[in-house]
């Protein structure tokens, strides 16, 4: 399976700024999912990132909110823009095939 | 639409048994199995495709009866490493698609 580097870990952010999130896979993958994980809940897919295509959003999540970058079949990221204390969640990226790997998610809290 | 998981929460002794349904209202491709410690990612367990097959490795299977789009994770003989939150998602459609999870199953094995 898929090895994930994902960065940062974790970070502290104030309100109204923007961080964004890496996710380094050690093969290449066609498709890549973001998902979010509120502390003790579910996961809850953000968006689907195809390599050079635009990525396909799910509901209640919207590109100006989490814009994500695809530039080649090993990296992507997403950025969580004009954070609020609301956006404080563990994020994670994921490659499918068979089973999902999962990268070790990045921790925010927006103060 | 989230597969509905049930126990929410189940506490075990060394040794004792249980086992984490899954459901869905909609026609399935597949079910997978993750588990999830805490501060840690998920990790896949196996995934289970149309045909009702079983799978798994020793103490741990799980079916997938096609006709009622349910699945059920088997912990046997559980031992203290089985703790953990279990998560069972769910494909619409083949191909790598995206995974839907459920609300997901806290385990926790004690003495």
């Known amino acids: 399976s898929a090895v994930i580097s994902q960065k940062p870990s974790r970070d502290i952010c104030q309100r109204g700024t923007s961080l964004t999130i890496q996710c380094q896979v050690d093969?290449?993958?066609?498709?890549m999912f973001w998902y979010r994980q509120q502390p003790g809940q579910s996961l809850t897919l953000i968006a689907t990132?195809?390599?050079?295509?635009?990525?396909?959003?799910e509901s209640g999540f919207v590109i100006d909110k989490f814009p994500i970058s695809r530039p080649n079949l090993t990296f992507s990221t997403l950025t969580v823009s004009n954070m609020s204390p609301e956006d404080s969640s563990i994020y994670l990226c994921?490659?499918?095939?068979?089973?999902?790997?999962f990268g070790s998610g990045t921790r925010l809290t927006v103060v | 639409q989230q597969p509905v998981q049930s126990p929410q929460a189940v506490i075990l002794r060394e040794g004792e048994d249980a086992v984490i349904n899954c459901s869905s209202s909609?026609?399935?491709?597949?079910v997978h199995w993750y588990r999830q410690k805490h501060g840690e990612a998920p990790v896949f367990l196996m995934i289970?495709?149309?045909?009702?097959e079983q799978k798994g490795h020793e103490k741990i299977s799980a079916s997938f009866n096609e006709k009622k789009q349910q699945s059920s994770l088997y912990l046997t003989a559980s031992q203290l490493s089985y703790s953990g939150t279990y998560f069972c998602?769910?494909?619409?459609?083949?191909?790598?698609?995206?995974?839907?999870f459920g609300i997901g199953t806290k385990l926790q094995v004690i003495p």
């Open positions: 994921s490659v499918p095939g068979p089973g999902y790997t």
């Open positions: 093969s290449q993958v066609t498709m």
């Open positions: 990132a195809n390599q050079g295509s635009e990525a396909t959003y």
């Open positions: 909609k026609a399935l491709y597949s």
């Open positions: 289970l495709l149309k045909g009702g």
């Open positions: 998602g769910t494909e619409d459609s083949g191909g790598y698609q995206k995974v839907t």
